[in-house]
């Protein structure tokens, strides 16, 4: 199998590309640094800008199944230009691939994007799956519903769509685990607000293996990546500290604080959703680390 993956430099693209090279796959990968191109026998890179709709037409050349993780990472204080860049980054790629196989002879079968959970609302109550219809009318909720419909318009080419909608990523070499870890370690951890806010998440590993399993067997449709068992903020820290082997002796780090600190990015601390993988779990997926404590016992060393 020959596959596209956008966003390969990031955190799951590095997974997942590793996943299918130890797999005999050929990986093809597009970049907007010249500087990251790299051709070796089966990962050779190339050339996009979607902001100026520029794309090396070569990448798509025996591809099979495009996975599609470029985005403006939603980490970054959201000024009015950057909440644009979001948007962007998401949509103005996906279309420039989308015109590319439109206008050029080719044999790409799946479309596979990465999604968010942002798309669900806040509740204490509710408990989401991937039939849940609801939609979060915040800002990131917008986001992520331009990101689906940017993935959607790839059925008018009569290919498979996926959509992958992942929670907090788990890992030793980045993301928000890292952030939560470091203050803990310097013995300056608390929680956030009540600290029983529900927060969805996966380890690194399982999500690229999603990523695998779902391609390999052509599955369609939404697709919750998050592992079978949430946590709430409060268990969550307490579970690093406990790792760490540091106390935590400060009390819950109020909303109105970190909106000072972060601003309006600042409710991604405070979000509240409790996320199934009901189809994931169905249709045979197995999760390495089902549990967070797993999770951490793996990561923190």
């Known amino acids: 199998m020959k596959v596209l993956i956008t966003g390969a430099t990031g955190l799951i693209g590095q997974e997942l590309s590793t996943l299918f090279l130890k797999n005999n796959h050929i990986v093809h990968y597009l970049t907007t640094s010249p500087l990251k191109i790299k051709n070796k026998a089966n ?7 979607p902001e100026e709709g ?5 990448c798509i050349e025996g591809v099979d199944v495009i996975v599609h993780l470029a985005g403006a990472s939603i980490s970054k204080r959201w000024t009015y230009s950057y909440k644009q860049e979001l948007i962007e980054s998401r949509v103005l790629s996906a279309n420039l691939l989308f015109n590319l196989l439109k206008k050029r002879t080719n044999q790409v079968k799946h479309f596979v994007s990465a999604s968010g959970t942002a798309i669900y609302p806040d509740s204490y109550a509710a408990v989401y799956n991937e039939s849940s219809t609801q939609i979060d ?12 419909e940017s993935a959607d318009q790839f059925h008018l080419l009569h290919l498979k769509v ?6 907090v990523v788990f890992s030793e070499k980045g993301g928000a685990l890292i952030e939560m870890i470091k203050p803990i370690k310097m013995f300056v951890g608390s929680a956030f607000g009540s600290g029983k806010q529900m927060q ?13 399993f779902v391609i390999q067997n052509q599955i369609e449709g939404i697709i919750n990546a998050v592992a079978p068992n949430s946590i709430s903020n409060q268990e969550l820290t307490k579970a690093i500290a406990k790792h760490l082997k540091r106390p935590l002796f400060l009390p ?7 909106k000072l600190i972060l601003g309006e990015m600042s409710i ?3 979000n509240n959703k409790k996320i199934l993988p009901k189809r994931a779990l169905e249709l045979g997926f197995k999760f390495k680390f089902p549990l967070a404590e797993e999770a951490l016992q793996n990561i923190i060393k």
């Open 252 to 258: 819950n780090t109020p909303q109105f604080v970190m």
């Open 54 to 58: 520029k794309i090396d037409e070569n």
């Open 162 to 167: 996926t959509k992958l909608r992942t929670g």
């Open 43 to 49: 990962y050779c890179g190339f050339y996009w800008n």
């Open 137 to 148: 009318h915040t800002f990131l909720g917008n986001v992520v519903v331009k990101w689906e």
């Open 268 to 270: 991604l601390l405070f």
């Open 200 to 212: 969805s998440w996966i380890h690194l590993a399982d999500v690229a293996n999603l990523y695998y």
